[in-house]
């Protein structure tokens, strides 16, 4: 059993930062990529950021310069630096994974969201 948890989110007004974690826990036999996905009201869930476990990060253009993520493969956490803040960047936050099993397969988890609500 996998579970990943996120903390992190909240209300702040525009122009300022969040750091989003999400930590997995459970039998973990590999992990080969974290990232965050985020989906606002009326709109398809889309990628954010994702960070390979050789640290190769991929970014969404809407927040390229403005966020960061990184990781600690020791801790099998993930985190979004968010900085710069807009309106358009609030939604829920979800944190996703590739898990391998004991069988060697790969599955792929989420974590339960975070709301993250940017004030103009």
């Known amino acids: 059993q996998v579970q990943l948890v996120e903390s992190g989110g909240g209300l702040v007004q525009a122009g300022g930062s969040l750091r989003l974690s999400c930590a997995a826990s459970?039998?973990?036999?590999?992990?080969?990529?974290m990232g965050w996905y985020r989906q606002a009201p009326g709109k398809q869930r889309e990628l954010v950021a994702a960070?390979?476990?050789?640290?190769?990060?991929n970014y969404a253009d809407s927040v390229k310069g403005r966020f960061t993520v990184s990781s600690d493969n020791a801790k099998n956490t993930v985190y979004l630096q968010m900085n710069s803040l807009k309106p358009e960047d609030t939604a829920v936050y979800y944190c996703?994974?590739?898990?391998?099993?004991?069988?060697?397969?790969?599955?792929?988890?989420w974590g339960q969201g975070t709301q993250v609500t940017v004030s103009s």
């Open positions: 960070i390979t476990k050789n640290s190769i990060t």
């Open positions: 459970g039998t973990i036999f590999g992990i080969n990529v």
């Open positions: 996703n994974a590739f898990i391998r099993d004991r069988d060697y397969n790969w599955n792929a988890y």
